[in-house]
């Protein structure tokens, strides 16, 4: 479907993919931008305070995974007013390096009769939190529900007036699964676990290291793909097979660590954003 839809956008300028809930829908969209339209990716979840998607995803997790696979900028929208929302984005900061930030907030938050919301924040007042989100590495400006061209046209008079900065530096290296992140010069990984009917258990009883999951065929890759939600830290994938390799990365909602002989698996790592060990 993602597919479909990005082969229609291949004359507009970059693809905005917006109120992601899930990482795997992210996921899935940006790969079929990246495999057909080929345009800068800017791409926005929706979370609450804790910086939690409904699925229990992380907004950090889905940051690194966005960033991996290429994203131009990455940020939030919707959800929640200005004030809520740079609480979220300054915990992203960190994270981000060189990567511009978006912020879209709603019109503050709504109160609801008769059955529709009504937002209530004034363009001036949501122009007042543009120079906080720029110092917290915020670089693409917009608004969700309830905003009007006034609220736009505000905003931008805002960003006008904002001194330039250097860009942000790049920062640690990480490895994300969609709850947690580990960086990749702390990440230790288990000894080889085969893909098994056991492999939920398996992975469940690993609490304290990243897991590395051997991938020998099309069935290894299925029960990896239906049992990934047991690892709560990030994985590692060994697999020798550049195919099998694909189809694992493919269906890992997060970014994996690779080990991997297999020729051509380090530009495969770097296409779908997962980190080789060399």
Do not use: W
Not at 90 to 95: A, F, G, I, Q
Not at 247 to 273: D, H, P, Q, T
């Amino acid at each position: 479907v993602y597919t479909e839809q990005m082969a229609e956008f291949s004359s507009c300028d970059a693809v905005m993919i917006e109120t992601n809930m899930t990482i795997s829908d992210a996921r899935a969209a940006m790969i079929a931008a990246k495999k057909t339209c080929k345009k800068p990716m800017l791409v926005t979840f929706t979370c609450d305070a804790d910086g939690r998607t409904m699925t229990g995803a992380t907004v950090k997790s889905a940051l690194v995974i966005a960033k991996s696979l290429g994203a131009y900028a990455f940020g939030l929208n919707c959800g929640a007013g200005p004030e809520e929302m740079l609480s979220v984005i300054k915990t992203l900061s960190p994270y981000a390096g060189d990567l511009p930030l978006i912020a879209k907030p709603n019109a503050g938050l709504p109160d609801v009769s008769s059955g529709e919301a009504h937002y209530h924040m004034s363009p001036e007042d949501m122009a007042a939190f543009v120079a906080p989100f720029y110092e917290a590495g915020v670089r693409i400006f917009g608004g969700c529900c309830g905003t009007t061209p006034a609220h736009i046209r505000a905003i931008a008079n805002a960003v006008s007036s904002l001194p330039e900065k250097e860009p942000q530096k790049e920062c640690t290296e990480y490895l994300a699964s969609e709850r947690e992140l580990v960086a990749v010069d702390c990440a230790v990984f288990s000894d080889e676990i085969a893909c098994s009917e056991f492999l939920s258990d398996d992975l469940f009883d690993i609490i304290d290291m990243c897991p590395t999951i051997r991938i020998l065929s099309d069935e290894d890759v299925s029960l990896f793909e239906e049992n990934q939600h047991a690892a709560t830290l990030p994985v590692c994938i060994a697999c020798d097979e550049l195919s099998l390799l694909e189809k694992a990365l493919i269906s890992y909602n997060g970014r994996a660590a690779v080990r991997s002989s297999a020729e051509g698996a380090e530009e495969l790592c770097s296409y779908y954003g997962a980190y080789i060990l060399r």
